[in-house]
């Protein structure tokens, strides 16, 4: 069983549009969540922690349910430059090692 | 800004040859990973490193080897290149602590025929 696990995708949503993703994890002693977005061909790159009371970033809003292990991220009024695949990632009880979920495609189309 | 930079975009290698990829950081981080990314199964880490010569095997060190003799510079050798080593491969590092960004090299694409 993989430790993170996201819905492949593609999301394909118009500009404007609310979407949001989900994530699962498996392992409960997971003690801190990020997302990441990577765009075709690049690097991954840290999108915004979250955190358990939930925390906003402009249009970006992350939340935590540690009763039922999973992570959220919405995006309200999407734009196209949101088109990326979002990663999921967790770390464990040891502070070195983090698991990536294999990703949520989004495209924005005009 | 923080800097990491991995040796070579592209790659190309034959089957049995030795592999070594650099990753260099700029930003004196304590830990630093390689990872692998292939489609549908995300980023595995494969060694990661929180201090000079030091090394803990991730998820997947078979057929991999580090090295970290100099806090800035991470070098990942594939002893013996095999075609199910073909992915892309990618560098980060962090500083030590609990909620820490990691920051990524753009990353390896090797090919072994």
């Known amino acids: 069983r993989k430790e993170v696990e996201q819905d492949p995708g593609p999301f394909n949503v118009p500009e404007g549009a609310t979407v949001a993703f989900n994530c699962t994890y498996s392992?409960?002693?997971?003690?801190?969540f990020f997302w990441y977005r990577q765009d075709c061909r690049k690097e991954p790159k840290l999108l915004m922690s979250?955190?358990?009371s939930g925390n906003e970033d402009g249009r970006f809003t992350a939340q935590l349910n540690r009763a039922s292990q999973y992570i959220s991220l919405l995006i309200r009024d999407s734009k196209l430059s949101d088109s990326a695949t979002y990663l999921c990632?967790?770390?464990?009880?040891?502070?070195?090692?983090?698991?990536f979920g294999s990703g949520t495609k989004l495209n924005v189309k005009p | 800004d923080v800097k990491v930079t991995q040796s070579s975009r592209y790659l190309v290698k034959r089957t049995g040859e030795k592999v070594f990829l650099e990753c260099v950081q700029d930003?004196?981080?304590?830990?630093m990973f390689w990872y692998r990314q292939d489609p549908g199964l995300g980023l595995r880490l494969i060694y990661f490193?929180?201090?000079?010569?030091?090394?803990e095997k991730g998820d997947i060190p078979e057929g991999y080897s580090v090295s970290r003799e100099k806090k800035e510079r991470f070098s990942l050798i594939l002893e013996s290149a095999s075609t199910n080593q073909t992915s892309m491969y990618l560098c980060?590092?962090?500083?030590?602590?609990?909620?820490?960004?990691?920051?990524f090299g753009p990353g390896t694409r090797l090919t072994v025929t």
């Open positions: 980060a590092s962090s500083r030590p602590g609990r909620i820490i960004k990691q920051y």
């Open positions: 392992n409960s002693a997971s003690q801190s």
């Open positions: 979250v955190y358990s």
């Open positions: 990632v967790v770390n464990l009880y040891n502070f070195n090692k983090f698991y």
């Open positions: 930003m004196d981080h304590e830990n």
């Open positions: 490193s929180y201090d000079v010569k030091m090394k």
